[in-house]
């Protein structure tokens, strides 16, 4: 296979993955806060979709993933290998992901009145925390070989 394609395979994924997973994180994060806002999740979705736009170009998924189910011998593309692949995948992007939205809303809640004494950034994102990693984990593994396969298809290369 054309190695600039796909290069262009694993970009177009990273950032179909890094957008999807940012537009459902921080609608969970700010839906689960009581105190959903239009505003607060369009600013908790484009900061986060910066964040994982930066780990899908930073860290080699498809490598790390890959490296992973070798290490474990799993039978390639077989349901317990995508259930390894999605778990690391959500392990790299949710708790970056979600520490920074959490951390987003806890600052937005004190410049906003909130006595400091009465919020705790860890409980507020342990509790975020769990549920966007089910969540992230789901996403994942259900949109994962959506997303490769369209991009494999847009960028020329069958399967």
């Known amino acids: 296979m054309d190695p600039k394609k796909m290069r262009k395979v694993g970009m177009t994924v990273s950032i179909l993955m890094g957008v999807t997973m940012s537009f459902f994180l921080s609608l969970i994060g700010t839906l689960t806060s009581g105190h959903f806002t239009v505003p607060g999740w369009i600013v908790s979705f484009l900061i986060s979709t910066v964040v994982s736009l930066i780990i899908g170009f930073i ?5 790390v993933t890959e490296g992973v189910t070798k290490a474990l011998k799993l039978k390639e593309r077989s349901l317990t290998a995508r259930c390894v ?3 690391v995948s959500d392990f790299i992007y949710t708790p970056l992901m979600t520490f920074i939205m959490v951390f987003f809303a806890y600052r937005m809640a ?3 009145g909130a006595p400091a004494g009465s919020l705790s950034l860890g409980g507020m994102f342990l509790g975020s925390f769990w549920i966007c990693l089910a969540a992230g984990f789901l996403l994942i593994f259900i949109l994962m070989p959506i997303f490769v396969r369209l991009a494999l298809k847009w960028n020329g290369i069958g399967r």
């Open 59 to 63: 860290v080699p998924m498809k490598k």
């Open 110 to 112: 004190i410049s906003n």
């Open 85 to 87: 692949e999605s778990l």
